[in-house]
Each structure stands twice: as structure tokens, then as C-alpha cells.
């Protein structure tokens, strides 16, 4: 059986739903039994808080963290006893959902086919992640301000992310790091799963300059899509050339990673729009289903499709299979953020 620490790092992480999400996926694939070697009872999930990168992999090495917030949902340490008791009852519910809400339901595939894009490596060049679980791993899913901080040749990349400077998820095998930028695959995998036909030249529109901007303009373009710029906060540079979609196409799905309060137009008349952030909620389900259904899309629909993007394609792509969809994730997480809320 193997062991797994994981934890989400960055500055603030006391709004994170990435360990609900994790233990989400983990108590899901309990359900194949013998076939699938991990358990909620082999793992351990904690928030670091910290604004460098050296704290993230230290806590990896360690165990240690320098600093314990108190998590948003539950109003209490994250890794202390009520915490964790509040956190697997919520699990413990969501885990009596075994098809996703029909509201939050798809007909289409969110299964990302790769097309032809820039090239930023040589082929042949990227490693294969390891097929197989060694006895300790640990996995850590990055937020800002660290997805940029990651530069060294002592971590293998299983894809662009470092040359990207958008990594948001690092995997220790036992013998080694590894890391991927998996925000970009999120996004086109919720785009996808609305029916945008990404690997058909659909038009994204995009604003944002930081590490997720950059992951979502390489995974469009590698998915076979187009995309329109929109000045923001900061300008996006690419660490390659391409060529943007300037006709007056209307635009198929947009993204706002600056979330300013000045509204583009064009977005607007957008009807799949997506607000990469996220907030707390207040209410029972019924409202929370209700928030989800609507465009702009809330950011719960992006953390969910990346963090099933980093199990498919850095910790455990060998159980891909497995993996709950999408649309059963959220309506997961939703139930189980319900229980919280109502007991917090």
C-alpha cells in the first residue's frame, strides 16, 4: 500500500479546497479495492502556507511546516482534530454520490487530445513519468505566488510548465522530483466538457499575465485552439511565438485571470465565460448547484478539471481510468462542502 503526503503551498492557502479534492479523488478510487493501492488511512493532507518555494519542498523533505492556518471551512487548524473530523465526515457524505448531478452533467467529452503547437523542447527530450507507486510519495499542488519560482535541473518535467514558469504540481517518487503546469489542461477540459470544440480552431479569449495565463494559452493552443488577447494587469509573454486570432470571430469561451473591475465587451456576449477564482458559500445545496450552473463559470469547475488533470498526468497516470469524472467531482465536493458549512 502505498503511503502519500500531499498538501496545497502558497500565500494565502486558507481558502484552498484542494485537500477536500484530493481526499474526494482518493476515497473514490478506494472503491476498486486491491486494484488500486491507496487509502485515505495512508495518507496524510495538510495546507503550507508560504510564500517560497524552498518552504514547499522543505515541508516535502520534512514534514514540517512553518506556519498552520486556520482553514476557512471548518474555522479551526488545518491537520488538527477538528479539522480532520469535520473534513472526513464531509468526505464520508460526498462519498454516498455516485453519479454526478444531472445539472452538472455533460454529453460531451472532457478528455483533452493534443494537437499540433509550439514546440519548446526537443522531441523525445521530456522524460517518462514512473508507471508504478514507490512505498513513500509526496504530491503538492502549487498556488501563487510559487508557480514561477520553480527553476532547477535537480526536478525532471514531465512537460513546458518550468520553461512556462506556471508549475502547479510536484510529485516525489522516492527518488526524485517531478512537476507539471496542469491549470492550462484544466481549463480546456471544462471548456471541452460545455462543448467547446477546442481541437477545431474554438477562439479563446484570454486576459491575464501570470503563470495560469501562460499554462492556459500553451494547453489551448497544444489542444488544437485559437486565442485573442486582452490587455490586463500584466502583458502575457510566451516563451514562443505564435499566431493570435485577430478576425472578428466571435469568441467561444473566455478566461479573466486579472478579474479587474473593468468588464470587456466582447466577453460578455461570451455565453461560456470562466472565473478562475473561488470564494466560500453560504447556503444548502440547491444553492450551490445553482451557482455552478452559471456563466461565468465559478472557479470550482477549474480546480476541480485541473486537479483531476495532475492525477492523470503526474501521480497517477496509471490510473486514469479510475478517476471520477468531472461532473461527479463537483457535485462531490459541493455535498461535501454543504456538510461543512452545516456544521462548521
Known amino acids: 500500500m ?32 486491491k486494484k488500486i493501492p491507496i487509502s485515505m488511512k495512508h495518507t496524510d493532507v495538510e495546507l503550507v502556507e508560504t510564500k517560497g518555494i524552498e518552504d514547499a519542498l522543505g515541508w516535502g523533505y520534512s514534514g514540517h511546516s512553518p506556519h498552520v492556518p486556520i482553514w476557512q471551512y471548518t474555522g479551526a487548524p488545518f491537520g488538527k482534530y477538528r479539522t480532520e473530523a469535520l ?113 477545431s480552431g474554438a477562439v479563446l479569449g484570454l486576459r491575464g499575465g ?28 510566451l516563451p514562443f511565438d505564435f499566431e493570435e486570432e485577430i478576425s472578428q470571430k466571435s469568441l467561444d469561451f473566455t478566461v479573466d485571470f486579472d478579474g479587474g473591475p473593468e468588464r470587456i465587451s466582447s466577453f460578455q456576449s461570451c455565453p461560456f465565460q470562466l472565473n478562475p477564482n473561488y470564494h466560500a458559500v453560504e447556503g444548502d445545496y440547491e444553492h450551490r448547484v445553482q451557482l455552478m450552473e452559471k456563466s461565468p463559470f465559478d472557479g470550482r469547475w477549474m480546480l476541480a478539471a485541473q486537479h483531476l488533470e495532475a492525477w492523470r498526468n503526474l501521480w497517477a497516470p496509471q490510473y486514469a481510468d479510475y478517476l471520477p469524472s468531472l461532473g461527479l467531482l463537483l457535485t462531490q465536493l459541493l455535498h461535501a462542502e454543504n456538510v461543512l458549512f452545516e456544521n462548521a
Not at 503526503?5 to 492557502?13: F, N, T
Not at 501570470?210 to 509573454?237: D, H, K, Q, V
Open 210 to 237: 501570470g503563470g495560469a495565463s501562460r499554462s492556459t494559452a500553451y494547453a489551448w493552443l497544444n489542444a488544437g485552439g485559437r486565442i485573442r488577447l486582452f490587455e490586463g494587469r500584466r502583458t502575457l509573454e
Open 2 to 33: 502505498a503511503r502519500v503526503k500531499y498538501a496545497a503551498a502558497g500565500s494565502p492557502v486558507a481558502h484552498s479546497l484542494s485537500p477536500l479534492l484530493f481526499g474526494l479523488v482518493v476515497s473514490n478510487l478506494e472503491k476498486f479495492g
Open 87 to 199: 473534513m472526513a465526515r464531509a468526505i464520508q457524505s460526498a462519498m454516498e454520490i455516485e453519479e454526478p448531478d444531472s445539472r452538472l452533467d455533460s454529453k460531451y467529452e472532457s478528455e483533452i487530445i493534443l494537437g499540433t503547437s509550439p514546440q519548446l523542447t526537443a522531441a523525445g527530450e521530456l522524460p517518462e513519468i514512473p508507471s508504478q507507486w514507490l512505498d513513500k510519495e509526496v504530491w503538492l499542488n502549487l498556488t501563487s505566488p510559487l508557480k514561477h519560482q520553480l527553476s532547477s535541473e535537480a526536478v525532471s518535467t514531465i512537460d513546458e510548465s518550468m520553461k512556462l514558469q506556471s508549475v502547479n504540481a510536484l510529485r516525489w517518487d522516492g527518488q526524485g522530483w517531478w512537476c507539471a503546469g496542469v491549470d492550462g489542461l484544466g481549463v480546456v477540459s471544462v471548456a471541452q466538457y460545455h462543448g467547446v470544440d477546442v481541437q
